[in-house]
């Protein structure tokens, strides 16, 4: 058995014609793989401006709204009793001023022939300023009960896409209760990485996720200064990035630093009995050595393969003509 191992490891053929290849360290990049996950990059929540209840819901999961545009309704029954008690105090508020100018006429026309005093006729037109004065508040205390009423349109804060509904129509909402979760400005890729990886990266490096449609490059754009349990936040930019599904998680290859590596085009390898060969130029000769082969990297359009033990820098590596 040893003796067929030793003719494995040594195996002399005669000189061929084919090329050659000096195998030289090499620095490749170390990629370490994590999940990234899609995130909205603008997520706002649709907000109740009033409380009450939720008499109308006309969006769901995945609905695409314009900023603005009006999503549900509230109503609170109190306002709308407000507004018809503040009309009756109107209504009585005018009968008042009516009745006051019609003294505030006659009392002119009594004190032009000396009938009351300038101070009885001052009186009547304080009262007539004064009941004035009270339907101008009474009227601005509409205008805002009005605009309470209008504020129960839930509206839109930005152009996106729904993310969440978390209430049903029929439910009581208090002021500022979110009715709805709206996405928008795009997506981007949010990373959660082992901490032991924060100072082997920087913003700008590339990045290469992993997909059913093959690999795309992407840019990590920002690392946030805070770890928690252990873990690094980071955002990253990919062009053509699907929108379809905010939270989606996905494959990313992160460069965390290089190593040295002896690189042979694949073609240089050979397979017989289970084992992995190359031919090396050995004096005037070549002979097959064992090697132990590693991932395939694709270095300037050229496919190489990683070989991990079996060859030394200076080797010179026999490849087939093409």
Same mark, same amino acid.
């Given at each position: ?34 999940? &990234? @996950?899609?995130? *909205? =990059? +603008? /997520? ?9 209840? #939720?008499? $109308? ?10 900023? &603005? @545009?009006?999503? *549900? =309704? +509230? /109503? ?9 008690? #503040?009309? $009756? ?11 006051? @100018? ?17 101070? $009885? ?202």
């Amino acid at each position: 058995m040893r003796r067929m191992i030793a003719l494995c490891l040594l195996l002399f053929s005669p000189p061929v014609q084919a090329g050659t290849v000096e195998i030289v360290p090499r620095e490749v990049t170390v990629w370490k793989s994590v999940f &990234g @996950q899609v995130e *909205a =990059r +603008v /997520e706002i929540p649709a907000r109740a401006r009033i409380g009450g209840t #939720l008499v $109308a819901l006309s969006v769901t999961e995945g609905d695409a709204v314009t900023a &603005g @545009q009006e999503l *549900a =309704r +509230v /109503e609170d029954d109190k306002l709308q009793f407000q507004i018809d008690a #503040l009309d $009756a105090q109107l209504a009585a508020a005018q009968a008042q001023l009516d009745t006051a @100018q019609s003294d505030l006429t006659r009392g002119t026309a009594l004190s032009e022939r000396g009938v009351i005093t300038a101070q $009885a006729l001052e009186q009547l037109q304080t009262t007539v300023d004064v009941t004035a004065s009270t339907i101008r508040s009474l009227t601005a205390q509409r205008l805002v009960v009005e605009q309470q009423i209008r504020e129960g349109a839930v509206l839109a804060p930005q152009d996106g896409i729904v993310l969440s509904v978390p209430v049903a129509r029929g439910s009581v909402v208090t002021m500022g209760e979110s009715i709805a979760s709206i996405g928008g400005g795009g997506t981007f890729l949010r990373l959660n990485i082992p901490e032991r990886h924060a100072d082997d990266l920087s913003e700008g490096d590339e990045i290469v996720l992993a997909g059913a449609d093959g690999e795309r490059s992407g840019t990590l754009v920002k690392l946030y200064p805070l770890i928690e349990g252990g873990r690094l936040q980071a955002d990253v930019e990919v062009e053509g990035l699907d929108t379809r599904f905010v939270g989606r998680r996905l494959t990313v290859r992160l460069p965390v630093g290089t190593r040295r590596a002896l690189l042979v085009p694949d073609t240089a390898l050979s397979h017989a009995g289970g084992l992995d060969f190359v031919t090396v130029k050995a004096g005037e000769g070549t002979l097959q050595r064992v090697v132990v082969p590693g991932e395939m990297l694709t270095l300037d359009g050229v496919t190489l393969r990683d070989v991990l033990t079996g060859l030394e820098p200076g080797d010179v590596v026999v490849t087939p003509d093409e």
